[in-house]
C-alpha cells in the first residue's frame, strides 16, 4: 500500500481544532491514507476513532497504517457516518474531522479519471460505483451540463462548452479525459488557453456531479454537529469557495442565537446558540507547508464547538 501516497494538509491544526481527549469518540470521515486519522488515534488512551472513506482501496489502506491503534475503518460515504457508528454501539461522539476534496492518490493515478494531465477512462467515481464522469458527458442534456459547470465549476464558458460535448459525442462517445480536456480547450477563447488550462474548473464541476460532494456534505455538517456531544468539535477542511461558502454559512446558523426583528423590545423567540465558532477567520496553510505541498495553497480550516 505504498503506492497510495497523500500529504495531510493543515495536519497540526487540524487535530489541535478537536481538542482531542485520550477517552474520546472521534470520527474522521475522509480517511484517505489516514495521516489525520493517524494523529488523532496517537492522542488516544480508552478513547476510539471510527475513520470512514467510500474509496475501497483508502479504507484497505487506513486498516492497514491504523492496525494496532484504538480505532475501527469503515467503508462509507461521511454522510451517513451515524449508521456507520451505530454499527459499533455509539450515538454520540466528542469530534468529527471532515477534509475535503480529492486526495493526491487519485488525483495521481491516471486510471482513476480525475486528471486531464494523463490520458485514461473518464470516471473520477471515489467509491469506484454508480455513475461516472462518461455518464453525464455522453447522456445528460445541454441545460444539464452547462448547469453543473455554472455550478459547481463557476464555469464563464460553461455555455460554448456544453455545446462542445454535445457536437462531439454527436461523431462519437466521449471516453478518455484527454478527449474530454481537447473539447474544453477547444471551447475557450485562445488568451484563456494562454493564461492557464482551461480544463480545472470543468474537471472539477463534473467530479462533484458524479460525486453528489455537495449534497454529502450538506447533510454530513448536520449530522456531525447533531453527533457531537456537550463541548464536541466538528473541524472541516475544505479547498474551493463552493464548499468553503457552505460550511461558514451552516457554523454561522449552529451559532446563531435569537432571531427575533431588530425592533423587537425583547427577545420572543428563545432561540440560543448551539455552537460557537471556533477561529474568527479559517486557519489557512502556513510558509513552510506551502512550500512543501502546493496543494494546501488553497485549503481552508474552521471549527465549531457544540454548547
Do not use: W
Not at 236 to 264: N, W, Y
Not at 288 to 299: F, G, I, V, Y
Amino acid at each position: 500500500m505504498d503506492d497510495f501516497k497523500h500529504i495531510p494538509v493543515l495536519l497540526g491544526e487540524a487535530v489541535d481544532a478537536l481538542n482531542v481527549k485520550p477517552d474520546g469518540v472521534y470520527i474522521d470521515g475522509t480517511a484517505g491514507g489516514a495521516g489525520h486519522s493517524r494523529e488523532i488515534a496517537k492522542k488516544l488512551s480508552g478513547g476510539l476513532l471510527i475513520a470512514l472513506d467510500r474509496d475501497p482501496k483508502a479504507v484497505s489502506v487506513a486498516a492497514e497504517r491504523l492496525s494496532g491503534f484504538n480505532a475501527k475503518v469503515i467503508q462509507s460515504p461521511f454522510s451517513q457516518m451515524r449508521e456507520a457508528a451505530e454499527t459499533l454501539g455509539i450515538d454520540g461522539v466528542d469530534g468529527v474531522l471532515l477534509d475535503l476534496g480529492v486526495s493526491s492518490y487519485q488525483l495521481d493515478t491516471p486510471e482513476r479519471g480525475f486528471s486531464y494531465h494523463a490520458d485514461a477512462p473518464l470516471d473520477m467515481r471515489m467509491s469506484g460505483e454508480g455513475l461516472s464522469a462518461r455518464d453525464i458527458v455522453n447522456e445528460y442534456d445541454y441545460i444539464s451540463i452547462r448547469d453543473i459547470l455554472y455550478k459547481y465549476g463557476e464555469e464563464n464558458y460553461a455555455p460554448s462548452i456544453a455545446k462542445a460535448i454535445l457536437a462531439a459525442r454527436e461523431v462519437k462517445p466521449i471516453e478518455t479525459t484527454l478527449e474530454l480536456a481537447e473539447i474544453v480547450k477547444n471551447a475557450v477563447p485562445q488568451k484563456v488557453r494562454r493564461a492557464k488550462n482551461p480544463c480545472k474548473k470543468t474537471f472539477q464541476a463534473i467530479r462533484i456531479a458524479v460525486n453528489d460532494e455537495f449534497g454529502q456534505l450538506d447533510a454530513a455538517l448536520d449530522t456531525a454537529f447533531d453527533m457531537l456531544k456537550k463541548g464536541g468539535r466538528l473541524a472541516v477542511i475544505t479547498f474551493h469557495s463552493l464548499e468553503d461558502r457552505m460550511v461558514k454559512q451552516r457554523f454561522a446558523e449552529f451559532a446563531k442565537g435569537c432571531i427575533c426583528p431588530p425592533d423587537f423590545p425583547q427577545c420572543v423567540c428563545g432561540r440560543t446558540p448551539r455552537g460557537k465558532i471556533i477561529f474568527r477567520k479559517p486557519v489557512t496553510a502556513g510558509e513552510k507547508e506551502l512550500e512543501d505541498n502546493p496543494r494546501s495553497r488553497s485549503a481552508k480550516l474552521r471549527a465549531v464547538e457544540k454548547l
